[in-house]
């Protein structure tokens, strides 16, 4: 993470190299002096090596590790119980020898399983901060840089149009939606052609109407935001789970889109006072367009808090996913996640307490050090905090 | 300084009061023990609330649950399964026939004949000794009685669908004349009888009766139209089975008013009055007229033949009294409803249901519990325990934990904790063969498994008997087709299909699918690819998945699986038939009717044989179960039925589960004998596996009693 | 003031209008119709599943839908689908179930975030601070069901005495006061386990800005007047950092109908996330969108709430 913003740094200002190599330094001292955030962060790198591995070694016709294999004569066997050689065929045999976290209720491999699982997890964290840091990144930055920017009446008539006649194509009366659509597309090409035209002509002074001011894009993404917010978000979450298939992408996809509210409402704010800084002001002053501004200086300033907050919210993604697992909407079967084998462990907590326990505690610890390394950066990083030691 | 005292105090005295709390709560053993009252409550642990308490309405397990408990109907099932009568003392079935006499067919040896020429004909048939087949026999030995109703002109008035839309039906008027027609009356139902009949009154009396012939319409009607109408209006045989109730003398409702026919009578009208959107029409339907012949007596005549519809008289029976149209109509204005649109449905009624069963309500705390107490003028003497207690609690280790506290007497106990406790000294255990079973259903419609051999194979290679032994724990038996397990339609002699991989990958090749080089099945360069489906929050179902899918993985079929949501997963996959393979289950009643899942008139969309199972010979037979009333012959037909869906494997039958039940050995039988001395027994589930069949004598006692150990 | 009160009120509706609008096109445009009859009996036939939609409307356009839905919703006329019952009492009577869990649990949140927060705040980077920061974070990450089974277990196994309800089950027959302890009880452990979070994360708010407080010159100055330490942190910086706070009051108020799903099964607590979570799965249309509906409301009235309070405090805010 402090890499990332180093190097950001460097494109940034240029500055000297020393400097940089200070900044890193300092950065990393600390980071040192803050130990739970550094415990945090070694946990987190082991995680990270974990899932890899889960994902080299469970995956393929072929696994090291075979998380799916059945074995049902060997169900419920606890942490490091070796397995009973003779009514085993050779590829059951785990690899490791023993069942180095016990069995599940089908003699699957729990050790697989929790390898399998951090990858999976890992991944649901991951993609679904990742869309909804995108997506607030994207809302954000345009309602605070584009915000004074007002919606004309004909955007509205054109986007209207355009979303009628993909519904009506979308449920099933695709002739009437493809005839909005073409009145639609003749409208925008006209409103050109007219405004073209009219430049000189006073015939079409009444168009003016058309162009009136109604909202500003900002105001605009304020209320989208306002509007999301007012969902309670695990609620919402529930009813799309609960209403789309479940698979994989759906639970990251709708995790993340209900969770960019922050990021966007934070991005804008931060784009509105950088929009005000000097630099930002001198780029603009020699024509340097708008993305420019944008890619290369205003997002590098703005993302370093944007992502520590994402590593918080990769830990709430994986509690998020082991709730909805409680409940019986997570990750669909074959894919372990922590959050399903736990809830499905939960039934043989008097039986076999370790299928409870080991993902139980494995979330604790991975959750725990994403809160502890992301709150810790965000002291670092925080420069009132910083100047008073 | 006073902030940060405040700052200081303010906490620990919130927690201090909060913590302070847990010396004013009994703790388990004050609870149970300490109670004496407590041992005359029996409290039941359920996952789901009820939804609505009418027996007419209602459609979820936990309302009829209380609804067993609250209301009675006219017959229930016995020990072995064979109708007992409730609130009817006792009733008789006999079959109405009916036909027209058909002046245009020539009877063998008599020719063309009137009416009182065939009843002459059919009495003497009845007493000659010429040697007939013995069917024809004992159809003709059956008939009781031949009486003769003269010809009749009256006018009908149907509504036909007018051909514009959105306009009203359009009324066509008939004009009849309806020819003589004979009524015969049988001591027992025969679905044999016209074809019986036709033997002697030649093949085709009864076929080519011209109902066409005896009507007009005022109107010009299309030729087709006109022959559906002269059929449904004079219908050339007809054959209504008759049924009488006779009620139990003196039987109260909890309100104290007596029950009589009335009663039964306005529980028919609820079902079918179509504002009440009840759940049990289609079980009704085929009545005809339901009569009062006294207060005592029901007469009920059915269109058809329809032998589920004696069982179907089990429903709770609703107290007229209270909601007759114009009770119905004094609650809407006191509530400040419009009357006019007030219907059964939203009756408080049914959050405080009145019937005359062995619990009257009391208390229904929503999502909390449903309390009911014992009704001390039940018919058959009060129950003992004098409360009943329903407890929601939705999570199954919680129910498990109150249940070890105490605190609720029975749950929904698991296979897995059934054989923890077993061995407890505390506790006693039961279980007992369902109504149901799990089974992989195909889709027929779809390729490969239109393939009788492939759908053998994909069973072959499922070991079931692994499956119950590990998954349930034991707790499970295989089954080979449709019918409950414990009842005489099952057919004891198909042999369930042996676990063979090796037999599957045979049979495979004969349907031409073989392994490729890198072990996937292969047909014309195309894998062996499906995706199997179940519904998510079935631990069961979801085990089972994972099991088949590892299973045909093993030899070479690439499956993919998903869970879906229960609404998504009925509504968008089975009722349109969108789905390769899906794990699934029936629970079933005891009536061998089979209709709607195995029918192929019930393959569309939104119907229940979403397999899409077809099969002539299976048609008739299903038809022929449901149109008989003798109990053997059902059993033969079934067997036949059985065999030919064994062979025809459009399911692999998995397992029938066993349901378990853990209760504290406290809890006995406590009976009177005739003597008066009271006989303590200990529970034991009957022979068809009803544990709580004597429920209404269970009893706490203080301390668990030894008995012989014979029991 | 007057302006910004009427032009606030005014976005607020035309929010509301918008939400109405999403939440009822997301729940019609799901798969998965509402019935109350159970497709896969056998004794329910397609007409049947046909007429129920007719009585529900499901066969009208989804526009005429919308407006007979929110019409019931404001002339109080509408009844849930699952059992009859009109939703504004089932929803009213499971509010009152889910208020005293609420109480509790935003009582605990706020007493217990200010004395933590602050004390880690003064010893920044000592024992303490660190302690406290791994303890509210330790909370808030462990499943919230996994900490759930633990509490009960624990709490079960050592002391005996039931947690699950809202009050032990079967006492009538004693005096008020145990049996208002007996409640209290109840809602010991499921407020605990709902206010962690909060804990948490208030705990933290209230020490980075007292952090902040503590940088600023009037701070300073106090110290440098010679006041005692306490009469610095307690009068000069607290109250100007409690100042922030002040206006989540009016956060808080959306909290009032939300309940956890999980927490409220696993203590079988018969309140409101239930019920909506039940009739998600049961496609209980009226409940999910009216409690939604209200949810909303609840939302922008504590966002309008909570500026009118910013305004009321902070002098410097005029809008």
């Given at each position: 993470?402090?890499?990332?913003?180093?190097?950001?740094?460097?494109?940034l200002?240029?500055?000297?190299?020393g400097?940089?190599?200070?900044?890193?330094?300092?950065?990393?001292?600390?980071?040192?002096?803050?130990?739970?955030?550094f415990?945090?962060?070694?946990?987190?790198?082991?995680?990270f090596?974990?899932?890899?591995?889960?994902?080299?070694?469970?995956?393929?016709?072929?696994?090291?590790?075979?998380?799916?294999?059945?074995?049902?004569?060997?169900?419920?066997?606890?942490?490091?119980a070796?397995?009973?050689?003779?009514?085993?065929?050779?590829?059951?045999?785990?690899?490791?020898?023993?069942?180095?976290?016990?069995?599940?209720?089908?003699?699957?491999?729990?050790?697989?399983?929790?390898?399998?699982?951090?990858?999976?997890?890992?991944?649901?964290?991951?993609?679904?901060?990742?869309?909804?840091?995108?997506v607030?990144?994207f809302?954000g930055?345009?309602?605070?840089?584009?915000?004074?920017?007002?919606?004309?009446?004909?955007?509205?008539?054109?986007?209207?149009?355009?979303?009628?006649?993909?519904?009506?194509?979308?449920?099933?009366?695709?002739?009437?939606?493809?005839?909005?659509?073409?009145?639609?597309?003749?409208?925008?090409?006209?409103?050109?052609?007219?405004?073209?035209?009219?430049?000189?002509?006073?015939?079409?002074?009444?168009?003016?109407?058309?162009?009136?001011?109604?909202?500003?894009?900002?105001?605009?993404?304020?209320?989208?935001?306002?509007?999301?917010?007012?969902?309670?978000?695990?609620?919402?979450?529930?009813?799309?789970?609960?209403?789309?298939?479940?698979?994989?992408?759906?639970?990251?996809?709708v995790?993340?889109?209900?969770?960019?509210?922050?990021?966007?409402?934070?991005?804008?704010?931060?784009?509105?006072?950088?929009?005000?800084?000097?630099?930002?002001?001198?780029?603009?002053?020699?024509?340097?367009?708008?993305?420019?501004?944008?890619?290369?200086?205003?997002?590098?300033?703005a993302?370093?808090?944007?992502?520590?907050?994402?590593?918080?919210?990769?830990?709430?993604?994986?509690?998020?996913?082991?709730?909805?697992?409680?409940?019986?909407?997570?990750?669909?079967?074959?894919?372990?996640?922590?959050?399903?084998?736990?809830s499905?462990?939960?039934?043989?907590?008097?039986?076999?307490?370790?299928l409870t326990?080991?993902?139980?505690?494995?979330?604790?610890?991975?959750?725990?050090?994403?809160?502890?390394?992301?709150?810790?950066?965000?002291?670092?990083?925080?420069?009132?905090?910083?100047?008073?030691? | 300084?006073?902030?940060?005292?405040?700052?200081?105090?303010?906490?620990?005295?919130?927690?201090?009061?909060?913590?302070?709390?847990?010396?004013?709560?009994?703790?388990?053993?004050?609870?149970?023990?300490?109670?004496?009252?407590?041992?005359?409550?029996?409290?039941?642990?359920?996952?789901?609330?009820?939804?609505?308490?009418?027996?007419?309405?209602?459609?979820?397990?936990?309302?009829?649950?209380?609804?067993?408990?609250?209301?009675?109907?006219?017959?229930?099932?016995?020990?072995?399964?064979?109708?007992?009568?409730?609130?009817?003392?006792?009733?008789?079935?006999?079959?109405?026939?009916?036909?027209?006499?058909?002046?245009?067919?020539?009877?063998?040896?008599?020719?063309?004949?009137?009416?009182?020429?065939?009843?002459?004909?059919?009495?003497?048939?009845q007493?000659?000794?010429?040697?007939?087949?013995?069917?024809?026999?004992?159809?003709?030995?059956?008939?009781?009685?031949?009486?003769?109703?003269?010809?009749?002109?009256?006018?009908?008035?149907?509504?036909?669908?007018?051909?514009?839309?959105?306009?009203?039906?359009?009324?066509?008027?008939?004009q009849?004349?309806?020819?003589?027609?004979?009524?015969?009356?049988?001591?027992?139902?025969?679905?044999?009888?016209?074809?019986?009949?036709?033997?002697?009154?030649?093949?085709?009396?009864?076929?080519?009766?011209?109902?066409?012939?005896?009507?007009?319409?005022?109107?010009?009607?299309?030729?087709?139209?006109?022959?559906?109408?002269?059929?449904?209006?004079?219908?050339?045989?007809?054959?209504?089975?008759?049924?009488?109730?006779?009620?139990?003398?003196?039987?109260?409702?909890?309100?104290?008013?007596?029950?009589?026919?009335?009663?039964?009578?306005?529980?028919?009208?609820?079902?079918?009055?179509?504002?009440?959107?009840?759940?049990?029409?289609s079980?009704?339907?085929?009545?005809?007229?339901?009569?009062?012949?006294?207060?005592?007596?029901?007469?009920?005549?059915?269109?058809?033949?329809?032998?589920p519809a004696?069982?179907?008289?089990?429903?709770?029976?609703?107290?007229e009294?209270?909601?007759?149209?114009?009770?119905?109509?004094?609650?809407?204005?006191?509530?400040?409803?419009?009357?006019?649109?007030?219907?059964?449905?939203?009756?408080?009624?049914?959050?405080?249901?009145?019937?005359?069963?062995?619990?009257?309500?009391?208390?229904?705390?929503?999502?909390?519990?449903?309390?009911?107490?014992?009704?001390?003028?039940?018919?058959?003497?009060?129950?003992?325990?004098?409360?009943?207690?329903?407890?929601?609690?939705?999570?199954?280790?919680?129910?498990?934990?109150?249940?070890?506290?105490?605190?609720?007497?029975?749950?929904?106990v698991?296979?897995?904790?059934?054989?923890?406790?077993?061995?407890?000294?505390?506790?006693?255990?039961?279980?007992?063969?369902?109504?149901?079973?799990?089974?992989?259903?195909?889709?027929?419609?779809?390729?490969?498994?239109?393939?009788?051999?492939?759908?053998?194979?994909?069973g072959?290679?499922?070991?079931?008997?692994?499956?119950?032994k590990?998954?349930?724990?034991?707790?499970?038996?295989?089954?080979?087709?449709?019918?409950?397990?414990?009842?005489?339609?099952?057919?004891?002699?198909?042999?369930?299909?042996?676990?063979?991989?090796?037999?599957?990958?045979?049979?495979?090749?004969?349907?031409?699918?073989?392994?490729?080089?890198?072990?996937?099945?292969?047909?014309?360069?195309?894998?062996?690819?499906f995706?199997?489906?179940?519904?998510?929050?079935?631990?069961?179902?979801?085990?089972?998945?994972?099991?088949?899918?590892?299973?045909?993985?093993?030899?070479?079929?690439?499956?993919?699986?998903?869970?879906?949501?229960?609404?998504?997963?009925?509504?968008?996959?089975?009722?349109?038939?969108?789905?390769?393979?899906?794990?699934?289950?029936?629970?079933?009643?005891?009536e061998?009717?089979?209709?709607?899942?195995?029918?192929?008139?019930?393959?569309?969309?939104?119907?229940?044989?979403?397999?899409?199972?077809?099969?002539?010979i299976?048609?008739?037979?299903?038809?022929?179960?449901?149109?008989?009333?003798?109990?053997?012959?059902?059993?033969?037909f079934?067997?036949?039925?059985?065999?030919?869906?064994?062979?025809?494997?459009?399911?692999?039958?998995?397992?029938?589960?066993?349901?378990?039940?853990?209760?504290?050995?406290k809890?006995?039988?406590?009976?009177?004998?005739?003597?008066?001395?009271?006989?303590?027994?200990?529970?034991?589930?009957?022979?068809?596996?009803?544990?709580?069949?004597?429920?209404?004598?269970?009893?706490?006692?203080?301390?668990?009693?030894?008995?012989?150990?014979?029991? | 003031?007057?302006?910004?009160?009427?032009?606030?009120?005014?976005?607020?509706?035309?929010?509301?209008?918008?939400?109405?609008?999403?939440?009822?096109?997301?729940?019609?445009?799901?798969?998965?119709?509402?019935s109350?009859?159970?497709?896969?009996?056998?004794?329910?036939?397609?007409?049947?599943?046909?007429?129920?939609?007719?009585?529900?409307?499901?066969?009208?356009?989804?526009?005429?839908?919308?407006f007979?839905?929110?019409?019931?919703?404001?002339?109080?006329?509408?009844?849930?689908?699952?059992?009859?019952?009109?939703?504004?009492?089932?929803?009213?009577?499971?509010?009152?179930?889910?208020?005293?869990?609420?109480?509790?649990?935003?009582?605990?949140?706020?007493?217990?975030?200010?004395?933590?927060?602050?004390?880690?705040?003064?010893?920044?980077?000592?024992?303490?601070?660190?302690?406290?920061?791994?303890?509210?974070?330790?909370?808030?990450?462990?499943?919230?069901?996994?900490?759930?089974?633990?509490?009960?277990?624990f709490?079960?196994?050592?002391?005996?005495?039931?947690?699950?309800?809202?009050?032990?089950?079967?006492?009538?027959?004693?005096?008020?006061?145990?049996?208002?302890?007996?409640?209290?009880?109840?809602?010991?452990?499921?407020?605990?386990?709902?206010?962690?979070?909060?804990?948490?994360?208030?705990?933290?708010?209230?020490?980075?800005?007292?952090?902040?407080?503590?940088?600023?010159?009037?701070?300073?100055?106090?110290?440098?007047?010679?006041?005692?330490?306490?009469?610095?942190?307690?009068?000069?910086?607290?109250?100007?950092?409690?100042?922030?706070?002040?206006?989540?009051?009016?956060?808080?108020?959306p909290?009032?109908?939300?309940?956890?799903?999980?927490?409220?099964?696993?203590?079988?607590?018969?309140?409101?996330?239930?019920?909506?979570?039940?009739?998600?799965?049961?496609?209980?249309?009226?409940?999910?969108?009216t409690?939604?509906?209200i949810?909303?409301?609840?939302?922008?009235?504590?966002?309008?709430?909570?500026?009118?309070?910013y305004?009321?405090?902070?002098?410097r805010?005029?809008?």
């Amino acid at each position: 993470m402090e890499n990332n913003k180093s190097n950001i740094d460097m494109e940034l200002e240029t500055p000297v190299v020393g400097q940089v190599k200070s900044r890193k330094r300092e950065l990393l001292r600390l980071l040192k002096e803050n130990k739970l955030a550094f415990i945090g962060l070694i946990i987190f790198v082991i995680f990270f090596i974990t899932a890899l591995l889960g994902l080299l070694l469970t995956s393929g016709k072929e696994p090291v590790f075979d998380p799916s294999m059945v074995r049902l004569q060997e169900k419920l066997l606890p942490p490091l119980a070796s397995p009973h050689l003779e009514s085993l065929r050779p590829h059951e045999v785990p690899k490791t020898g023993v069942y180095v976290f016990g069995t599940d209720d089908l003699g699957r491999d729990v050790f697989a399983r929790m390898l399998q699982g951090a990858w999976v997890s890992l991944t649901v964290g991951f993609v679904a901060v990742g869309i909804a840091v995108l997506v607030g990144l994207f809302m954000g930055g345009i309602a605070g840089y584009f915000g004074q920017k007002y919606i004309g009446l004909d955007h509205i008539i054109v986007v209207l149009l355009f979303s009628t006649g993909a519904t009506l194509s979308l449920t099933g009366k695709s002739f009437t939606g493809f005839i909005v659509i073409v009145i639609d597309l003749a409208f925008v090409f006209s409103l050109a052609l007219i405004r073209w035209k009219s430049r000189k002509s006073r015939y079409f002074k009444w168009l003016d109407l058309l162009r009136k001011k109604t909202l500003s894009i900002d105001t605009l993404i304020m209320r989208v935001v306002d509007i999301m917010l007012c969902f309670p978000s695990f609620f919402l979450i529930l009813t799309v789970v609960a209403l789309l298939p479940a698979s994989i992408y759906n639970i990251m996809i709708v995790i993340g889109l209900t969770s960019w509210m922050g990021t966007t409402r934070f991005v804008r704010a931060e784009f509105l006072s950088l929009r005000e800084q000097d630099f930002v002001t001198a780029a603009r002053a020699l024509g340097v367009n708008d993305y420019r501004i944008i890619f290369r200086h205003m997002i590098p300033n703005a993302i370093a808090p944007v992502l520590v907050s994402a590593t918080i919210g990769i830990a709430t993604a994986i509690l998020t996913e082991a709730g909805l697992s409680f409940l019986g909407f997570g990750v669909p079967p074959p894919n372990a996640t922590w959050g399903n084998i736990l809830s499905d462990g939960k039934r043989f907590i008097f039986d076999a307490p370790w299928l409870t326990f080991i993902p139980g505690f494995a979330i604790l610890l991975v959750v725990l050090s994403f809160n502890l390394f992301g709150e810790g950066l965000r002291d670092i990083m925080n420069p009132k905090l910083r100047e008073r030691h | 300084m006073t902030i940060r005292r405040v700052l200081i105090y303010a906490p620990i005295f919130v927690i201090v009061f909060l913590l302070q709390s847990y010396f004013w709560v009994p703790t388990y053993e004050e609870q149970s023990r300490g109670n004496p009252d407590r041992l005359n409550e029996y409290i039941a642990a359920s996952i789901g609330d009820a939804q609505i308490l009418n027996p007419v309405l209602s459609s979820d397990s936990a309302s009829s649950q209380i609804e067993s408990m609250v209301f009675e109907g006219l017959l229930d099932r016995d020990e072995n399964l064979s109708f007992r009568g409730r609130l009817a003392q006792s009733w008789e079935i006999f079959e109405e026939a009916f036909f027209y006499v058909n002046d245009s067919s020539i009877i063998p040896g008599v020719g063309v004949a009137d009416a009182d020429q065939i009843i002459r004909f059919l009495k003497k048939e009845q007493h000659s000794k010429i040697y007939k087949d013995s069917s024809l026999n004992a159809s003709l030995n059956n008939i009781k009685d031949i009486s003769f109703i003269p010809s009749d002109e009256f006018v009908v008035t149907k509504h036909a669908e007018s051909p514009v839309k959105d306009q009203k039906y359009k009324e066509i008027k008939i004009q009849v004349s309806a020819p003589a027609r004979l009524k015969l009356t049988l001591a027992r139902v025969d679905q044999d009888l016209f074809q019986n009949l036709a033997k002697i009154l030649g093949d085709d009396f009864f076929n080519s009766f011209q109902a066409e012939k005896y009507i007009n319409t005022f109107q010009p009607l299309e030729e087709e139209q006109f022959s559906q109408y002269a059929k449904e209006i004079l219908p050339s045989t007809e054959q209504n089975p008759v049924l009488i109730f006779h009620l139990r003398p003196n039987v109260r409702f909890h309100d104290g008013h007596l029950l009589d026919a009335y009663d039964v009578k306005f529980t028919y009208d609820a079902i079918i009055n179509p504002k009440n959107l009840s759940p049990r029409i289609s079980d009704y339907e085929p009545i005809k007229t339901i009569e009062v012949n006294d207060p005592m007596t029901v007469r009920i005549v059915y269109k058809r033949l329809y032998s589920p519809a004696v069982g179907t008289w089990a429903i709770g029976i609703l107290p007229e009294h209270l909601l007759n149209r114009q009770s119905l109509r004094q609650e809407a204005i006191d509530a400040g409803r419009d009357p006019n649109n007030f219907s059964m449905r939203e009756s408080s009624f049914n959050r405080h249901p009145i019937g005359c069963g062995p619990y009257k309500f009391r208390e229904w705390k929503p999502d909390q519990y449903i309390s009911l107490d014992c009704f001390d003028d039940y018919w058959e003497g009060s129950p003992n325990y004098k409360q009943y207690i329903y407890r929601i609690i939705p999570d199954l280790l919680t129910q498990e934990m109150e249940f070890y506290a105490g605190t609720v007497d029975s749950y929904g106990v698991q296979p897995h904790q059934v054989k923890r406790l077993k061995n407890d000294p505390a506790y006693q255990s039961f279980s007992g063969l369902s109504f149901g079973y799990t089974y992989i259903g195909y889709n027929m419609r779809r390729a490969p498994f239109n393939d009788v051999r492939v759908r053998m194979a994909l069973g072959m290679a499922i070991d079931v008997e692994k499956i119950i032994k590990y998954v349930l724990y034991g707790e499970g038996e295989r089954i080979t087709g449709p019918f409950a397990k414990q009842t005489d339609y099952y057919n004891h002699s198909i042999k369930p299909i042996s676990y063979d991989p090796e037999g599957a990958l045979m049979l495979l090749k004969e349907a031409g699918w073989e392994r490729n080089a890198k072990g996937w099945l292969e047909k014309d360069g195309k894998r062996l690819q499906f995706t199997l489906i179940t519904n998510s929050g079935n631990d069961l179902r979801k085990s089972i998945l994972a099991i088949t899918q590892e299973a045909w993985k093993q030899i070479g079929i690439d499956v993919r699986t998903d869970l879906l949501e229960w609404a998504v997963f009925i509504q968008e996959r089975v009722d349109k038939a969108d789905f390769d393979a899906l794990i699934l289950g029936w629970s079933m009643g005891i009536e061998p009717d089979l209709y709607q899942i195995w029918h192929s008139s019930q393959d569309n969309p939104y119907q229940l044989n979403f397999v899409g199972y077809n099969n002539p010979i299976a048609d008739d037979l299903i038809v022929k179960i449901r149109k008989e009333y003798d109990h053997n012959k059902q059993v033969g037909f079934c067997h036949r039925l059985h065999d030919i869906i064994a062979k025809d494997q459009p399911y692999t039958f998995l397992y029938v589960p066993k349901w378990t039940a853990v209760l504290d050995k406290k809890i006995v039988i406590k009976e009177t004998d005739l003597k008066g001395t009271i006989v303590y027994k200990k529970i034991k589930p009957t022979k068809t596996g009803s544990y709580t069949f004597h429920f209404n004598k269970w009893i706490k006692l203080p301390e668990a009693p030894d008995f012989d150990p014979e029991g | 003031m007057l302006s910004f009160i009427g032009r606030s009120v005014i976005q607020k509706i035309v929010t509301l209008f918008f939400v109405s609008i999403v939440s009822f096109l997301i729940i019609h445009m799901a798969p998965g119709k509402p019935s109350q009859v159970d497709p896969l009996n056998p004794k329910f036939t397609p007409e049947m599943v046909e007429r129920f939609r007719k009585e529900f409307h499901l066969d009208k356009p989804l526009y005429t839908q919308y407006f007979y839905f929110y019409h019931d919703l404001f002339t109080g006329k509408t009844v849930s689908w699952k059992d009859n019952q009109p939703v504004l009492a089932k929803i009213f009577e499971r509010f009152l179930n889910s208020l005293p869990l609420f109480i509790v649990g935003t009582i605990l949140t706020w007493t217990l975030s200010f004395p933590v927060g602050i004390r880690s705040a003064l010893h920044r980077g000592g024992l303490y601070d660190r302690s406290a920061t791994f303890f509210s974070y330790l909370f808030i990450s462990i499943p919230g069901f996994f900490f759930a089974y633990i509490l009960i277990i624990f709490v079960v196994n050592s002391f005996h005495v039931p947690v699950i309800g809202m009050e032990t089950f079967g006492l009538e027959s004693l005096s008020w006061q145990r049996m208002f302890m007996d409640r209290i009880w109840h809602l010991l452990i499921p407020s605990i386990l709902g206010a962690t979070g909060g804990i948490a994360v208030l705990s933290r708010y209230v020490r980075s800005q007292m952090l902040e407080v503590e940088g600023q010159d009037y701070v300073r100055t106090a110290k440098a007047k010679g006041l005692t330490a306490e009469q610095v942190h307690y009068k000069h910086a607290l109250r100007n950092a409690l100042l922030p706070f002040v206006t989540m009051f009016g956060l808080i108020l959306p909290g009032l109908i939300g309940g956890s799903v999980i927490i409220e099964s696993i203590f079988s607590w018969p309140g409101m996330g239930r019920m909506a979570y039940e009739a998600i799965l049961a496609r209980d249309y009226p409940i999910i969108l009216t409690v939604n509906f209200i949810s909303a409301v609840l939302v922008l009235g504590g966002t309008f709430v909570s500026d009118l309070l910013y305004m009321v405090v902070d002098p410097r805010i005029r809008l």
